[in-house]
C-alpha cells in the first residue's frame, strides 16, 4: 500500500484512521432514529480504544462483499439485527487495528507488543513512560497485515460499552445540519410529485394535463403506465399542478375489493391445513380433554407513515445513474436502478442518507424504481416526492392475518395447544429463497416458537395472498401479530382455569430463567395484585423473539362510552450484553408507543379496490397527551447482544388489550381497539 497514495490506515472495511488520528466508520447499516450510529460507533470504539466523540461516520457505499449484514445475508437494516450482526465482526475490525497500531509502535521503541497498551487514541508502553498517538503510527502501521484472530477485550475490561452515552447523530438533527433523503439537492435539481394507480393494478387512460401547464414553476408531465407524475421548480408547484390533473384510470381486476371481501377469504383459508411450522407431541389426543377452549383472531393491514415522507432523488444520464435516497437496503435499491436503466450496477451510484422513520417501508425498492422511471424522461436530477395521502393509500402493507386457536387444560396446566396462522407472505416475494416448502417463518415467529411449556404443540400457517394488496415488513414484523394473538389466548386460558394471568404464564414457563426472570421483576415493578379503581385494569404479555426477553404490563382504563386511556406502561428487559442503555431504553419506548398507536387507531381498509385512509386524520397518530407513562427495567446479563428494535411494539397491543379485558371483562380478540364493544359489554 502507498503511504503517498493513501495518507490513512484502513485495515479494513469499518476502519479509517488518518495522520491526525481521526476515526472514521464507515458504517454498514443505516441510521433511522434507533441510535445504532452511536451504538456501532461505542463498539468500535471500546475495541480500537478511542474515545467515542473521536470517531465519525459516513454511510457505507452499496458493496454486499464487504457490508452484508452477517445475519441477513446482503446490505439491509432490519429486524433488529444491527447489533446481534455486528457485534463480533465490528469487535474485530477494532481489535484488529489496535493490535497493528501496536505493532507499528513496539519496534521504535525496541519493546515486545506484548508489553503495550492502548488508550485514548494511544499506544502506551508503561514501563518506559512512552506513548505515540493513533496518527503517528499510521505510515507504519498500513505496511503491516492484519492479524487473523486478533484478541477481543474481556467483559471486565469494557469501559465504554454498558455506559450511557450521548448519541452522536443529535447535535447535528437539533441544529439541522443533518442530512436526511429528503435534504439532497444537487445541481440543477427539479421536483416532482406523483400519482399513481388509486387501484394495485390500474393503468393510465388518459390525461387531460391543460390546466397543470397552466400554473406557474410546471415544467413537465410525465405519464407513464401506471403512474403520472409533474414536474416543476419547486414541490409546491408540482403538487397544485399535480391537483390540477384530470386522470382517467382504467382500475383493472381489483376494482371491486373490499376489506370484507378479504376477511372472508381468510377466515375460510382458515378451515385448511397448514404448512406444519411446529410439532410437538399429539395435538389430537391433547385436544380430546372435556377442558377445551376455541378463539379466533384477526389484525388488520397497517400502513408505515413515516414522518419523513417517501422521496428519492435521481439523475439518470446516457452514462450513469446517480441516486440520492434513505434507504434499509441499498444494493437492493442500487440492483433496481440497474435492471431499469440497463446499466451495469457499477454505474449506479447510490448516497445513502438518515432515514426519518423507516418501519420497513423503506426496506422496499418500489419508490426507488418509480422515481428511476420518472427520471428517465427527465432531463437532470429530479427529487420525487410523495404527499402523505400517496403515500398512505399506495403503498405496501403489514398483513392482515386471521388466526384460529384451539387449547386444553388440565389442572390449571395447558396440555395441547394448536394455533393456525393465515395470511399473505412476505418472504414468498421478498426473499423467495427463505420461504421453503410453503413457510414463511417470519408469518410464524412469536407462535412456532411459543416460550411455554406444553407437552402437545402443533402450529401451522396457510398462505393466503389477498387481491388488491401488496405486503411487506412493519416494525417488529410477524412478532407483531403473533405475540398479540398468542398472549391474549394465554389469557384467555388463565381467565378460563380461574388463574392470576401473572402466576398462570409463570406456572408454564418451565424452564424459562431468562423469561422468568422479567416476568417476576416487571410484576413487582408494576405493583401486580395491588387494587385499582373502578374499570381500571393491569394486563401482562411476555415474549422471547430477536434473541431478546421482554415481559410487559399495561394499565389502562375504559369509560362507559367505551373511550380508552393508557395510564401506564412497565417494560422489563434481558436483550444480553447492552451496548448503550439509553439507547435500549429509547428503543423500547419507540416501539411501544409505536405499536399502541397501532392498536388504538390502525387500520387500512379497501372499498372499490382503494384504500379509504388518506392522512393522519384517518390514519391516527398517538398524541404526547395520550401517550402513557413508560418505564423500562433492564435486567444486566452477559449473553451476546440480542436485538431490540421491534420487541417493544410486538408488546404493545397484548398488554393493552389484556388490561382492557381486566378492567372490563370485554375480550378483544381484532386490532384496533373496538370502542363500541368495550362500551357495551361484549366481546369481540
Known amino acids: 500500500m502507498s503511504v503517498l497514495g493513501n495518507p490513512a490506515f484502513s485495515p479494513n472495511a469499518f476502519i479509517r484512521i488518518d495522520r491526525a488520528g481521526g476515526v472514521t466508520l464507515t458504517m454498514p447499516q443505516v441510521e433511522m432514529g434507533q441510535g445504532v450510529y452511536t451504538s456501532m460507533a461505542m463498539i468500535l470504539a471500546e475495541e480500537l480504544d478511542v474515545r467515542l466523540e473521536s470517531v465519525t461516520l459516513e454511510a457505507a457505499p452499496p458493496n454486499d462483499a464487504l457490508y452484508a449484514n452477517p445475519i441477513l445475508g446482503f446490505q439491509v437494516t432490519g429486524g433488529s439485527t444491527t447489533i446481534r450482526g455486528f457485534w463480533i465482526p465490528l469487535r474485530r475490525a477494532g481489535a484488529s487495528a489496535r493490535a497493528m497500531l501496536i505493532a507499528a509502535a513496539a519496534p521504535g521503541w525496541n519493546v515486545d507488543p506484548a508489553a503495550c497498551s492502548t488508550a485514548a487514541g494511544e499506544v502506551i508502553h508503561a514501563a518506559s513512560g512512552r506513548r505515540l498517538p493513533y496518527g503517528s503510527l499510521v505510515d507504519r502501521a498500513v505496511q503491516l497485515k492484519p492479524p487473523q484472530n486478533p484478541t477481543l477485550k474481556t467483559l471486565k475490561e469494557f469501559r465504554l460499552i454498558g455506559t450511557a452515552a450521548r448519541r452522536l447523530d443529535t447535535p447535528d438533527k437539533v441544529t439541522g445540519k443533518a442530512l436526511f433523503g429528503i435534504d439532497a439537492l444537487p445541481v440543477g435539481v427539479k421536483f416532482a410529485t406523483l400519482m399513481a394507480s388509486p387501484v394495485l393494478g390500474g393503468k393510465v387512460i388518459r390525461v387531460d394535463d391543460a390546466a397543470a401547464r397552466a400554473i406557474g414553476g410546471v415544467r413537465q408531465i410525465v405519464v407513464l403506465d401506471d403512474l403520472v407524475a409533474v414536474v416543476a421548480d419547486h414541490t409546491w408547484a408540482a403538487k397544485q399542478g399535480l391537483d390540477a390533473l384530470t386522470i382517467a384510470w382504467d382500475d383493472g381486476p381489483n376494482a371491486h375489493v373490499t376489506t370484507e371481501d378479504i376477511f372472508d377469504q381468510l377466515k375460510s383459508a382458515s378451515e385448511r391445513t397448514g404448512v406444519v411450522a411446529k410439532s410437538v407431541g399429539d ?288 417494560c422489563a428487559v434481558d436483550c444480553g450484553i447492552v451496548v448503550n442503555p439509553d439507547t435500549v431504553v429509547a428503543q423500547i419506548e419507540g416501539g411501544l408507543i409505536f405499536g399502541l398507536t397501532a392498536a388504538l387507531h390502525g387500520e387500512i381498509t379497501l372499498a372499490k379496490g382503494r384504500v379509504q385512509q388518506s392522512n393522519f386524520n384517518n390514519y391516527r397518530m398517538m398524541r404526547i397527551n395520550e401517550t402513557p407513562k413508560i418505564e423500562v427495567h433492564l435486567i444486566q446479563s452477559v449473553e451476546a447482544p440480542g436485538g431490540i428494535g421491534e420487541p417493544g411494539t410486538a408488546a404493545a397491543a397484548p398488554a393493552l388489550a389484556n388490561a382492557l379485558f381486566a378492567a372490563t371483562g370485554v375480550r378483544l380478540r381484532k386490532l384496533p381497539i373496538d370502542r363500541q364493544a368495550l362500551a357495551a359489554g361484549k366481546s369481540a
Open 283 to 570: 395435538v389430537a389426543k391433547g385436544l380430546s380433554g372435556a377442558d377445551r377452549l376455541e378463539a379466533t383472531y384477526h389484525v388488520p393491514f397497517l400502513a408505515h407513515a413515516p414522518m419523513e415522507p417517501m422521496n428519492c432523488t435521481v439523475h439518470v444520464k446516457p452514462d450513469g445513474c446517480e441516486i440520492w435516497v434513505g434507504h434499509q437496503a441499498l444494493t437492493r435499491a442500487q440492483a433496481i436502478a440497474a435492471k431499469l436503466t440497463g446499466m451495469p450496477k457499477g454505474k449506479v451510484i447510490v448516497h445513502n442518507h438518515l432515514i426519518g422513520g423507516g418501519f420497513g417501508r423503506r426496506f422496499e425498492v418500489d419508490g426507488v424504481a418509480k422515481s428511476v422511471r420518472i427520471a428517465q424522461k427527465v432531463d437532470g436530477p429530479v427529487k420525487v416526492m410523495w404527499t402523505r395521502e400517496e403515500d398512505i393509500q399506495k403503498a405496501l402493507y403489514r398483513p392482515f392475518y386471521f388466526d384460529r386457536f384451539e387449547a386444553s387444560l388440565s389442572g390449571a396446566k395447558i396440555t395441547a395447544w394448536k394455533h393456525r396462522v393465515v395470511g399473505s407472505s412476505v418472504l414468498a416475494r421478498w426473499a423467495p429463497a427463505l420461504f421453503v416448502n410453503g413457510l414463511d417463518f417470519d408469518a410464524v415467529d412469536g407462535a412456532a416458537n411459543l416460550p411455554y411449556d406444553v407437552p402437545n404443540i402443533r402450529v401451522e400457517y396457510v398462505r393466503e395472498e389477498p387481491p388488491g394488496v401488496q405486503t411487506c415488513f412493519w416494525r417488529g414484523v410477524g412478532p407483531t401479530h403473533n405475540i398479540f394473538v398468542t398472549e391474549s389466548f394465554i389469557d384467555e386460558l388463565a381467565h378460563k382455569a380461574g388463574k392470576d394471568a401473572v402466576k398462570f404464564r409463570r406456572d408454564q414457563l418451565g424452564k424459562a430463567p431468562r423469561l422468568l426472570a422479567c416476568l417476576d421483576l416487571v410484576a413487582r415493578k408494576a405493583e401486580w395484585g395491588q387494587a385499582l379503581p373502578k374499570r381500571v385494569g393491569r394486563g401482562v404479555a411476555i415474549q422471547n423473539v430477536f434473541g431478546s426477553y421482554l415481559a410487559t404490563v399495561a394499565e389502562a382504563e375504559a369509560d362507559e362510552h367505551g373511550e380508552v386511556y393508557v395510564r401506564r406502561f412497565v
